[in-house]
């Protein structure tokens, strides 16, 4: 069954940087829009980067010039580069992607920002 598995979260300090990466089980996710989304708690899950299938990406506004999104199709993994990370960039983040009508999220990697 085809799933996604994020891992490189962890304990940060302000400033740091941390780079967390999607595998997923399969190669047809290489032939779909891969996105990342962050929940804080008692926040709603927000969308972060998405990156399509040949390399164009996009941002949201309070992230950009700080994370970057990339795909590795050999790998079958996509990465989000984190930079400047601040305590508010505390939470788990989740990569997600659509195949068809079928919504796949990975288990979450916690990310916290803290001195």
């Known amino acids: 069954q085809a799933q996604l598995v994020e891992s490189g979260g962890g304990l940060v300090q302000p400033g740091g940087s941390l780079r967390l990466s999607c595998v997923a089980s399969g190669s047809i996710f290489n032939l779909y829009l891969m996105t990342w989304h962050r929940q804080a708690p008692g926040k709603q899950r927000e969308f972060l980067a998405g990156?399509?299938?040949?390399?164009?990406?996009n941002y949201r506004d309070s992230v950009k010039g700080r994370f970057t999104i990339s795909r590795d199709n050999a790998k079958n993994t996509v990465y989000l580069q984190m930079n400047s990370l601040k305590p508010e960039d505390t939470a788990v983040y989740y990569c997600?992607?659509?195949?068809?009508?079928?919504?796949?999220w990975g288990q979450g990697t916690q990310v916290t920002v803290s001195v």
């Open positions: 997600y992607s659509r195949i068809g009508r079928t919504d796949y």
């Open positions: 990156i399509t299938t040949n390399g164009n990406t």
